[in-house]
Nanobody, 120 residues
Framework: QVQLVESGGGLVQAGGSLRLSCAAS????????MGWFRQAPGKEREVVAR????????YYADPVKGRFAISRDNAKNMVILQMNSLKPEDTAVYYC?????????????WGQGTQVSVSS
């Protein structure tokens, strides 16, 4: 079992930045790929960024490429999502997730989510 707790969400103006953190506890953190997902009102949940167990491979969804950066600190059991140049369309609940592989369907541990709101 892996427990995940997100923090760092909030309200920011367009063009601003936020840094989301995900603290993990439970089984060995560095056995898991980690990801950030988001769900906007009325829309399906979508993957935003993923990172492999070592931090050597990262994936970004097209809408956030060049603006968001995912990183991890295995010594601290933390995953970070740095979000820059935020847009109103980035408004959503952001979820941290863990899985055995980078395949989206294998992410089976989820945090409770943190709200990110971007005003125009």
């Amino acid at each position: 079992q892996v427990q995940l707790v997100e923090s760092g969400g909030g309200l920011v103006q367009a063009g601003g930045s936020l840094r989301l953190s995900c603290a993990a506890s439970g089984r060995t953190f560095n056995n898991y790929a980690m990801g950030w997902f988001r769900q906007a009102p009325g829309k399906e949940r979508e993957v935003v960024a993923r990172i492999d167990w070592s931090g050597g491979y990262t994936y970004y969804a097209d809408p956030v490429k060049g603006r968001f950066a995912i990183s991890r600190d295995n010594a601290k059991n933390m995953v970070i999502l740095q979000m820059n140049s935020l847009k109103p369309e980035d408004t959503a609940v952001y979820y941290c997730a863990a899985g055995r592989t980078l395949v989206v369907g294998t992410f089976n541990y989820w945090g409770q989510g943190t709200q990110v709101s971007v005003s125009s």
